[in-house]
């Protein structure tokens, strides 16, 4: 959302935004440098229906052309706020591609109850949509995209070696995971299989980057094995391009994703990857070509394919080569800018906002 908002904002003229977050958690520090309007709306609890009517007042005063929201709870709020206003609803809330989905699942049901007061629905994977059984009418899938320049003018490779593992990496393979402790990320099975590895090799190392309530049980399995030193939990981190220039591969482990921008990264960064089979993993990861996909719950495939990639390093650099031209090819974040832009032009009935010069309001 911060990269469309970013790619907007540097259309001078062309948009204004007006963002508003649900949460005064704050992950991204840039946000407060946009040009935009930005407001963190507190609720009095997780079903706060007095939001509707703030919305409301915010809709009205600032008129936007385009509603977007990013997420399904969102989209509820919006869906009701736009009963009064009557402006065009983009309902960007389908991130993930969880097989068997049904009404009695949240995030199925409020999709559902929102989908009619839609004017689009899009998703960051095709398999997203399948999965939500979104109408084939109103179903859009753009692709995430990511700002190359994030990748240029990064810290020392040697000095990250230095500060996170406290040596020069030399013949040493380092695995990197980027990904919140969470329920809808499978650590355990990478825990199990990373402390199969080190404890066969002492030379392999796993960098752990994010946070969330499972990280403290993780953190007890690892300390139990006594391996605190091969398998590190790095917490979240703001520099994770300069981490993963000392990586050998990084890794996605998940019972399902949309398109994730972690492996975006790894790929971006020139990096194979093993990710976990499934949604729209699929349609980013080629296997065998720019990395492995493995089974659910699979950690001897994990450990199979990571024991590859040290006994063929030549295979991890092709892989990550022909990753790295692929992501440059298709995921940029002016192609997801553009194609977003268009979206907008297409919902408010003109031929191609990429290529008129009329302004428009958004509000996510």
């Not at 593992?165 to 990197?176: A, I, N, Q, R, T």
């Not at 919140?180 to 825990?191: C, Q």
């Not at 091969?230 to 979240?236: A, D, R, T, V, Y």
């Not at 981490?243 to 971006?268: C, F, H, K, R, W």
Request: aromatic share 10%.
């Amino acid at each position: 959302m911060l990269e469309l908002i970013k790619g907007l904002t540097q259309k001078p003229g062309r948009f204004e935004v007006y963002l508003i977050a649900l949460t005064d958690i704050v992950e991204y520090d840039y946000v407060y440098k946009l040009p935009i309007r930005f407001e963190i709306m507190e609720r009095k609890s997780k079903k706060d229906f007095g939001i509707v009517f703030k919305l409301r007042k915010i809709i009205k005063e600032f008129n936007p052309d385009i509603i977007h929201s990013w997420d399904t709870m969102s989209s509820v709020y919006l869906s009701l706020a736009k009963i009064f206003t009557n402006k065009k609803l983009i309902n960007g809330a389908i991130a993930n591609a969880y097989a068997n989905l049904n009404i009695f699942n949240k995030y199925y049901f409020r999709m559902k109850l929102t989908a009619p007061f839609s004017s689009a629905i899009v998703s960051n994977s095709k398999a997203g949509l399948i999965a939500y059984k979104a109408p084939a009418s109103k179903s859009y899938c753009i692709y995430n995209g990511v700002d190359f320049n994030r990748f240029k003018n990064l810290k020392p490779a040697s000095d990250v070696a230095h500060e996170i593992l406290g040596f020069e990496k030399k013949d040493h393979f380092v695995g990197v995971m980027v990904a919140a402790f969470e329920e809808r990320k499978d650590y355990p099975t990478l825990i199990t299989a990373a402390i199969k590895l080190c404890s066969e090799n002492n030379k392999i190392f796993f960098l752990l980057i994010g946070d969330g309530e499972q990280k403290a049980q993780m953190q007890e399995i690892v300390t139990k094995h006594q391996l605190e030193k091969q398998i590190l939990f790095l917490g979240k981190r703001n520099d994770v391009e300069s981490v993963l220039q000392i990586a050998d591969a990084g890794l996605l482990i998940t019972p399902s994703e949309g398109i994730s921008n972690s492996i975006i990264e790894y790929m971006a960064s020139g990096k194979p990857v093993i990710a976990s089979i499934g949604g729209g993993t699929d349609e980013l990861v080629q296997d065998g070509v720019t990395g492995f996909l493995v089974g659910q719950k699979s950690d001897e495939q994990i450990a199979d394919k990571i024991k590859l990639l040290i006994q063929t390093p030549e295979l991890g650099k092709k892989m990550g080569a022909a990753g790295y031209k692929w992501i440059h090819e298709n995921f940029s974040v002016t192609r997801m800018t553009d194609n977003y832009i268009n979206l907008y032009g297409s919902v408010l009935g003109k031929k191609s906002s990429t290529e008129n010069n009329e302004s428009v309001k958004v509000g996510d």
